[in-house]
């Protein structure tokens, strides 16, 4: 049997339910969805045990590409195949307004309904398929699926082959299979306890991204001898094939890298010798997604006495809010999606805006000033004394001396001079890096300027 459920959550409620129930003893059911590691998925060819009904709660994962000869229920003495189908499913689109991906249930084409309908039980054996709702529903729905390329932004792959100038666009790919990648981090449904528990490991050590959380687990992964990799992946509730095509496709970058200019093998030692300080590598993650800023705004502060005085009240998780900028220039709440790691921060950059039950952040990095003073947006220094922006109505007025703006919202308290030489650190490396970009021979790497920009970025001006 063959039961169609919008998403993971419906899945696991399906399951949950069957299990409970009178006739629990004679199904063995099994989840199918994307997030599932690969050997997890494959457990829906098993055969069922001897008396038993074999039951898959699938997403549309199962519309196409695979056939499942089993799903199948045995009636007196006829054997057929059964197909329950909800009609729903989600799909991502995209608000270009407010720049978020939007994660959204909806009914499925009538194309879709109708490739539930035949595709597994015709083409193995007679079977039926229950649609749980009505006739007037299904006329109701799109003849056909919106096509991805009308759901999704186009306009990051659109700008990076444009800056690219790579001429022929088949050639390019046939050399590239893809541009990103899913998480790695999955979990089966028995070994979820166990999959958190080892992001949660993961994220002690590196407690203020979740890039350099990715970053560890492919460094380990590289590392491994390829006959150890399933199982280091199998033990670690990772998805081996996101990981190899991660390892395989940041070997793609590197040689585009080299074909343009810009790295020479022959030389790794000078290209890398920053690619072990947290702080230069989170300041080119602030440079490439700018834009994507989050401000993290803090109860007022509490205090306590205690033997050794007064002291600072730890923050209540539940307190601490966070703010995005639109682009009619409001602030919005927005919530840290429960797959990143938590962690404290002032500001953050981030991948992606999703829209589910609330708007969540994916993929997060905490930042430090100097990187979003540098590699921010337009920086304006505030000479005069002025009252401090309020976040919310029960923020206190506070009036400063000296503010430096990025963009108008992002705002530090600093003396006038740092943000002048700031303004001229900034000029001089955008010429820099106008010269690189015309003549990526040109070494950077005896460079005063690049080597102060360091130094202010490890040491954060102290």
Known sequence: MLIFMPGVQEIKSTIRELQQSKVASALVAYPLHGALPGHEQ??????????????IVSTNVAETSITIDDIVVRILWIIICVVIDVGKAKEMAYDAINRRSILAEQWVSQAA??????????????GVCYRLFSTKQFHKMAPQPTPEIHRVSLEPLCLQIQALELGPIDTFLANVPALSSKSPFVSAPDDRSKGDALKKQWSDQVPTSDHFLLWTVVKTFS??????????????????ETLATIVDLRQQYLEHCQMLGFYDPSNAARFNQHSANPKVIKAALTAGLYGNVLQVVYPEQKYYESANGVLAAAHDAKAIRFFIRKLDKTTERVFIHPSSSQFESPWLVYNELVQ??????????????YALLLFGGELTVQHEKVQLFRWQPWTKCRYVQGLLHVDGWIKFHAVARIGVLVKALRHQLDHLLAVKVTDPSVDLSSSHLIDAICDLLITEGV
């Open 42 to 55: 494959s457990r829906v060819f098993d055969g069922a045990p001897k008396g038993k009904t074999k039951v």
């Open 113 to 126: 309904a109708d490739q539930r309908k035949g595709r597994f039980p015709f083409l193995v054996r007679p």
């Open 223 to 240: 590392a491994l001898s390829k006959s150890l990799r399933r199982s280091y992946c199998k033990d670690n509730c990772l998805s081996y």
């Open 356 to 369: 589910t039950s609330k708007i969540f952040v994916r993929e997060s990095t905490m930042v430090a000033p």
